[in-house]
């Protein structure tokens, strides 16, 4: 009888210790366009893959999940980021800004913030500020748009090659982040006002170059 009493509470000890090492998972909505394209010709590559890509603007939407002992359940957040070179190139220097959505707590954008710099600190690079302003971000099957303020505005649809391609494109890129759902975005429009980086743009012309979908984190 004492075996069995001491077996039961190795038992039920073991079980508690893996249910603490399971992983918390934090999941949501992303958004991502770059200043080149992810899905073109070979010519449109070739053309890009110097000069162009050193731009791109990330967002996020959480629906679940939390960090610090924060619940991020419906924070927002968004990134821009500059490269010295092709940010799809790898390791080339770059500089971004911060934004979090200012309809959330304090607590909330403090854990946010704290979320993107241990989980994204390479793509980030070298952080030059966070602010706090009012995000938009909408996502259904077929569109999504990001808003910061009046700091930016970013419009996409989904990307139907290769109607939307010329001859022989292919898919040369795959997002910054790993994603649970996918799809390829057509840019409809994108603009970035702020003044940190000393550069302005406001392009209309329309081409796939990033994606918008789902993402989940799996946090130690």
């Known amino acids: 009888?004492?075996?069995?009493?001491?077996?039961?509470?190795?038992?039920?000890?073991?079980?508690?210790?893996?249910?603490?090492?399971?992983?918390?998972?934090?999941?949501?909505?992303?958004?991502?366009?770059?200043?080149?394209?992810?899905?073109?010709?070979?010519?449109?590559?070739s053309g890009e893959r110097v000069t162009g890509g050193r731009e791109v603007i990330l967002g996020w939407?959480?629906?679940e999940g939390e960090f610090q002992g924060v619940t991020l359940a419906g924070v927002k957040m968004a990134a821009v980021i500059i490269g010295e070179a092709s940010l799809s190139a790898g390791a080339a220097p770059r500089k971004s800004l911060l934004f979090l959505d200012s309809e959330t707590t304090?607590?909330?954008?403090?854990?946010?913030?704290?979320?993107?710099?241990?989980?994204?600190?390479?793509?980030?690079?070298?952080?030059?500020?966070?602010?706090?302003?009012?995000?938009?971000?909408?996502r259904d099957a077929g569109r999504a748009s990001l808003r910061i303020g009046d700091l930016l505005n970013l419009a996409m649809r989904k990307g139907?090659?290769?109607?939307?391609?010329?001859?022989?494109?292919?898919?040369?890129?795959?997002?910054?982040?790993?994603?649970?759902?996918?799809?390829l975005g057509m840019t409809l429009n994108t603009r970035y006002q702020g003044d940190e980086f000393n550069q302005h743009w406001d392009l209309n012309e329309?081409?796939?170059?990033?994606?918008?979908?789902?993402f989940t984190l799996q946090l130690p």
């Open 106 to 138: 304090p607590a909330q954008r403090e854990a946010a913030e704290a979320l993107l710099r241990r989980q994204f600190g390479g793509l980030l690079g070298r952080i030059l500020s966070t602010n706090t302003v009012s995000i938009g971000f909408r």
């Open 1 to 45: 009888m004492r075996h069995s009493s001491m077996g039961a509470f190795l038992f039920v000890a073991a079980a508690s210790c893996l249910c603490g090492q399971q992983p918390r998972r934090i999941s949501g909505e992303y958004i991502e366009d770059r200043s080149n394209r992810v899905f073109g010709c070979y010519c449109e590559w």
């Open 61 to 63: 939407r959480i629906s």
């Open 206 to 214: 329309t081409g796939i170059s990033g994606y918008f979908g789902t």
């Open 160 to 183: 139907n090659p290769p109607r939307d391609s010329l001859q022989g494109a292919i898919r040369w890129y795959e997002p910054f982040l790993p994603l649970s759902e996918e799809t």
